[in-house]
């Protein structure tokens, strides 16, 4: 009896076995040719463990992003999404770009970045010049602070831009350190970078050697990147999807709710946690650019100026950011601002989302370009003035 | 639940252990049904139980008196038409009774064609009512052709749902189970690797509106696949779910878009919604009794053209739904007058026309309204743009998009030789456990992939 079981289960392994072989083919025929932009696949995986900023992409991994719009992207040799290049760049001046998934814009084959259009941009102007993805989807402003002084200044950069959301600073959970960097209040009452993910199990396991052969396996065998991307979506996924999205391209709101909080952080110092963050961040930064004469120009986003009856706060708030961030030492850009000049305000939607979403997400190939356009003339100027 | 997702193969794993394990498949798949549709909520659940309770009662009534039949129909039209064309009417009408999204009662198309139909064959003597409720709630709740269809006739399923519930418990669904695997495996293939694939592109396109020509036809051209897929790939999966347990459901479709007339292309097409419109409306319009026999023809082609126009209006409320089966119904009429008078075209003219024409009259089915539907058929046939899509550009170029349109039409007609008898019985030849494992596992594999942003079946709106 036990004999007829085990072979009836040893059949049935192989059926199993047989149908995962045949699907892990499948997927690599589909990934090989012009069918993976149509297809599905299961979506590359570029996140791995770091110990500075909690993870970060990982070095020469390659396949299709999926969400929002495929792309096929590659990692760059130094873990960063970017072209492949040498740590050293010997006298020709380099600039980096920090900020989050926008500046990352996974959503679109690598040339068509924004970094690597300013790149392109300025590489006419100044031969030679590098301008360097540091963008990772997440990245709050401790995470940018983390990563301008760990991997951004292993780069030796001639100028840093760090593209800020300002209302990061309010967004809660800000001071949770147990999955990424975070800034917490320390014994002498300041904020400080926090680490406290390094003592996860979750950690621990990604930096183990069964955390290396996790990755090898993501990195090789799609029906596991398959697996993991049902991890994450979850089992019963399906059983709540997500509603449809109803995009009205063009439209965008002008409550002064958003500029108000802002005010109250930027203007009138409350509430007091966000503003000891953002004394932390400005105050990291500073000391950064004074240590390793380094020029910073911090690009904000997030203040809506595409509203001419907020102007007046508008320009209240901007010239209090302005200020903070001047006095620190740093550089300032109103990022929303030159690409509202560019493409006018019924332009700003249409450089969001892809197909029937268009207005509604991260940077479209266009979205990037204008982007590119704002960052080689942000990094060209402060590039000329050196 | 929707059979693209993985609740719904857990929920299938439990069904079946319960199906093999209790002598009682019946109330098993009964409870698995009424489980199936509960998520659904309560309003759609409330309403499914009163109509089929409510057509329960008026079975025997039906079969004693031919009279009571209009009562049901009443009911039943009554009921579809309040939940699915109350808006669209009083519109139509100029009043403004209605406001709000209409949310159409989950599969209430369906149930409400089956159960009318059922009652209509009972009143011709064509079949013979259920007496006991639970064997009437399998008929309509059934799991596998619930939502939408296949629409199952008293004379193919009312005996296989009395089996289900006698003493012996049926048998057949060893035999059958490889093959119905089989079938849920090549559904959700055509459902998930294809429909669901082509779907981003179709929507683009028919959301911003076609630049030009080309994209205005290849839109038209994928929603056509989209659209067969996503429904074969449904009534293939619903025809596996019954073969696993025994049950032999009817196909819906035979590989239309390979028909050489329009009149060849509806007898493959959603083949049981044609042939419940042929028998409970084409015919009793067409046979109509006229005071002049010299009307007879035009009476035939009427009936057709009226068939055809509320095919489209259950479709979907809406004019272009309307305009769209008005059409279809004008081709056909038009077809078989040309085969009464004039020699046959060449097959691969005839081919070209039927599903050329069929690519563009789906239009008026994919089109948000009428107005829309025909500026994009203005753009088809050169009269500018209407819109900002064009032919996506990225990552593949003209040839290949073209090579990829063609080779939907090939997999089309290679998928009539994959479900030949041939294939069948040399499947059934080598069924068995090995098969079966590795059908389910390649099942589970594409259910793996996370649909979380969601592209319910196509039919499962009407």
């Known amino acids: ?386 | 639940m929707s059979y693209d997702s993985l609740y719904f193969a857990f929920f299938l794993v439990v069904v079946w252990l319960a199906y093999e394990s209790l002598a009682c498949p019946g109330w098993v798949l009964l409870t698995a049904s009424i489980a199936f549709y509960a998520p659904a909520g309560p309003r759609d659940s409330i309403l499914a139980a009163i109509v089929i309770l409510a057509n329960y009662l008026l079975q025997v009534p039906v079969q004693r008196d031919r009279r009571w039949l209009y009562l049901v129909l009443v009911l039943n039209f009554g009921c579809l038409a309040y939940f699915k064309y109350r808006v669209f009417l009083a519109t139509t009408a100029g009043l403004n009774l209605f406001t709000g999204d209409v949310v159409i009662p989950l599969g209430i198309s369906f149930y409400v064609f089956q159960l009318s139909a059922f009652l209509i064959d009972i009143s011709r003597g064509r079949a013979q009512p259920f007496l006991s409720l639970p064997r009437f709630a399998l008929f309509k709740l059934f799991f596998g052709q619930l939502v939408a269809g296949p629409i199952m006739r008293w004379r193919k399923f009312g005996p296989q749902v009395n089996r289900m519930f006698d003493s012996k418990p049926p048998r057949r669904g060893h035999r059958l189970a490889g093959l119905g695997l089989g079938l849920c495996l090549l559904g959700l293939t055509k459902k998930i690797a294809l429909a669901d694939s082509l779907a981003p592109f179709v929507d683009t396109i028919f959301h911003d509106g076609p630049r030009e020509a080309i994209a205005a036809w290849l839109g038209a051209w994928l929603f056509a696949f989209q659209i067969y897929f996503d429904f074969s790939g449904y009534s293939d999966i619903a025809l596996g779910l019954g073969l696993i347990f025994g049950i032999v459901l009817s196909p819906n479709f035979y590989t239309p878009f390979c028909a050489t007339d329009i009149q060849q292309l509806w007898q493959r097409w959603h083949m049981t919604l044609t042939a419940f419109l042929r028998d409970y409306l084409f015919l009793p319009l067409s046979n109509i009794r006229l005071p002049a026999r010299r009307f007879r023809v035009a009476q035939h082609f009427a009936a057709m053209v009226v068939t055809m126009a509320l095919c489209g209006l259950w479709h979907g409320a809406g004019w272009n739904f309307i305009v769209w089966g008005t059409l279809q119904g004008l081709a056909i009429v038009f077809a078989t007058a040309w085969a009464r008078n004039l020699p046959s075209p060449p097959v691969a003219l005839s081919w070209a026309a039927t599903f050329g024409f069929f690519l563009v009259t789906l239009v008026f089915f994919r089109a948000a309204d009428l107005g829309s539907a025909l500026g994009y058929i203005g753009t088809l046939f050169g009269l500018g743009g209407v819109g900002s899509a064009g032919v996506p550009g990225d990552g593949a170029g003209g040839l290949l998009i073209a090579v990829g349109c063609l080779a939907l039409l090939a997999l089309h007609w290679l998928e009539a030789r994959l479900i030949s008898r041939r294939a069948v019985r040399l499947l059934l030849r080598l069924d068995g456990l090995f098969l079966r494992a590795a059908f389910a596992a390649t099942a589970l594999w594409l259910l793996m992939l996370p649909k979380v942003q969601g592209n319910p079946f196509i039919y499962f709106r009407f």
């Not at chain 1, 040893?10 to 083919?25: D, F, K, R, S």
């Open chain 1, 1 to 386: 009896m036990w004999r007829v079981a085990l072979q009836k289960t040893a059949i049935m392994l192989a059926g199993v076995a047989v149908a995962t072989l045949t699907v892990e083919l499948g997927f690599r025929i589909i990934l090989a040719t012009p069918l993976r932009w149509v297809l599905p696949l299961p979506a590359v995986a570029v996140y791995g463990p770091d110990a500075d900023t909690g993870f970060r992409h990982r070095a020469n991994v390659s396949g299709l992003w999926l969400t929002e719009h495929r792309a096929f992207i590659r990692t760059s040799n130094l873990g960063l999404r970017d072209r492949d290049r040498d740590m050293a760049h010997g006298d020709t001046p380099r600039a980096i770009v920090i900020g989050d998934s926008f500046i990352e814009a996974l959503q679109v084959e690598g040339p068509d970045t924004g970094v690597a259009v300013a790149e392109s941009i300025l590489a006419r102007e100044i031969p030679g010049v590098e301008v360097v993805n540091l963008g990772l989807s997440g990245a709050r402003p401790a995470i940018e602070v983390a990563r301008l002084q760990s991997q951004g200044l292993a780069l030796t950069p001639t100028v840093a831009v760090i593209v800020l959301r300002v209302d990061e600073f309010l967004a809660p959970g800000r001071s949770d350190d147990s999955e990424y960097t975070a800034y917490r209040r320390g014994d002498n009452g300041q904020f400080h970078l926090s680490y406290g993910f390094r003592e996860s199990g979750g950690y621990r396991f990604r930096t183990s050697l069964w955390g290396g052969i996790f990755y090898w396996l993501l990195d090789h065998v799609q029906v596991f990147r398959l697996l993991n991307d049902r991890k994450n979506a979850g089992l019963l996924a399906e059983w709540s999807p997500e509603p449809p999205v109803r995009v009205q391209a063009g439209a965008w709101d002008c409550s002064s709710a958003v500029l108000d909080s802002q005010a109250s952080l930027w203007i009138d110092g409350g509430p007091s946690e966000a503003r000891a963050l953002l004394r932390a961040f400005i105050r990291d930064l500073a000391a950064i650019g004074h240590a390793n004469r380094l020029p910073i120009i911090i690009a904000t986003t997030g203040i809506e100026a595409r509203c001419p009856a907020l102007e007046p706060k508008r320009a209240a708030l901007v010239g209090a950011i302005r200020g903070s961030l001047e006095d620190a030492g740093l550089q300032f850009v109103d990022l929303d601002k030159r690409i509202l000049t560019k493409v006018g305000a019924d332009g700003v939607a249409r450089l969001h989302g892809f197909g029937a979403r268009l207005g509604l997400g991260h940077l479209n190939v266009e979205g990037n370009r204008i982007y590119g356009e704002v960052l080689a003339e942000i990094i060209g100027g402060t590039l000329r003035r050196h």
